[in-house]
């Protein structure tokens, strides 16, 4: 686990980019189903204690609307796209063909929309980021989720819990106007896949 | 009769216990297991946040006994055994150990939530520590807490509410 407290600014530097090319080719995939314009804060990358990991989203007791797939192939890992239910009702609004009756409670209709959303960013965050390495990576057919943050996030933390008591987060978010936080990101590489991202990107690491 | 009530939280992979007075509390259990202990006549409440099934699977440097059903369990016995509460007396309840998202090809990384309430079980057998309720399983989330004055044990849930066990 000591090593990513010490990873080299470089290999930040490109988990940032990971992170940024994934999110950015998911941003622009779902301005393209919303017809409006996305924005995409700057992929933080960061070694988190598991407790501080909800609290990315709100906490660990936060509603949250969460897409789930797990990542196999050369570098497994979880991918997380999270939505807090306002962002959530407003992202359904804005699809034609789907009426929001209530704030509170999800419809058939809805609960299928919002998975098909979660396929969509998830799967070209992915193919993204399997381009951008030459890595092999194929999704597991995604989840969707409605439920405490803290129950959802743990369940991508296990592969760093047989390490230690952290993992290391790369977590992008989406914004729309007036700087909202409309989505995140979270892809939680597995410990063993550092080594082989960094290789194929040709970035030295111990 | 109005009195603040300490509240003790308790974080994943990780317990802790209350004596006398307050209430322990664990949030956002999914695939963990909040196992409790309670002595009622001494007053003493422990909560594990368990993690992990087994310490076998680990390979980290420095163990964290808090993590893993097989050893967190030992661990908050002892911690609750050090404050005056008797093992005898004692008296389990768990919930949690859920499985949040279900797929086709479930390897056992992917059933953690149900093997996490086996080796809790198991281990309780083990420590001839009865359980007298839980709530396990499902694919929901829960958070959980209990009073050390009456040793119920709240769950609360997005989808299903609240229940006292």
Known sequence: MDI?????????????????IGAGHAATALSRLVDKP??????????????????????PEQLVIATFLRVEGDAPGNLFFILKPHASKKLLRSLSGIEVISDDDYT????????????????????????FTGLYMTPTVPAL???????ILS??????????????????????????????????????????????????YE | MIEDLQIVKVGMADLNVVHGSGIIRTTGLGSCVGLTLYDSIAHIAGLAHVMLPSSDTARE????????????????????EKLGGQRRRMVAKMAGGAQMFAFNSM?????????????????????????????????????????????????????MGVKEI
Do not use: W
């Open chain 2, 61 to 80: 440097g420095q163990l964290n006994l808090m993590k893993y059903a097989d050893t967190a369990i030992p661990v908050l016995l002892e911690k609750m």
């Open chain 1, 145 to 151: 989720a409605i439920d405490m943050a803290g129950a």
């Open chain 1, 4 to 20: 990513f407290r010490n990873l080299a600014e470089i290999n930040v530097d490109v988990l940032r980019e990971v992170g940024n």
């Open chain 1, 38 to 59: 996305i924005d995409m804060a700057v992929p933080a990358v960061r070694m988190l204690p598991f407790d501080e990991i909800a609290e990315q989203v709100g906490g």
């Open chain 1, 155 to 204: 369940f991508g933390l296990m592969q760093f819990g047989q390490m230690g008591d952290g993992a290391l987060l790369i977590d992008t978010t989406f914004l729309e106007g007036d700087e909202e936080v409309e989505g995140q990101f979270f892809l939680i590489p597995d410990p063993s896949s550092f080594a082989k991202i960094f290789r194929a990107l040709g970035v030295p």
């Open chain 2, 107 to 159: 390897s056992d990384t992917m059933r953690i939530g149900p093997r996490n309430v086996e080796n809790c079980k198991e281990m309780l057998m083990k420590l001839s520590l009865p359980l007298l309720a839980e709530d396990t399983g499902g694919n929901f989330g829960r958070t959980i807490e209990m009073n050390c004055q009456t040793g119920i044990l709240h769950i609360r849930s997005v989808q």
């Open chain 1, 108 to 131: 058939e209709m809805e609960i299928s929309a919002l998975s098909e959303i979660g396929n969509i960013l998830a799967g070209s965050y992915l193919s993204s980021l399997a381009d």
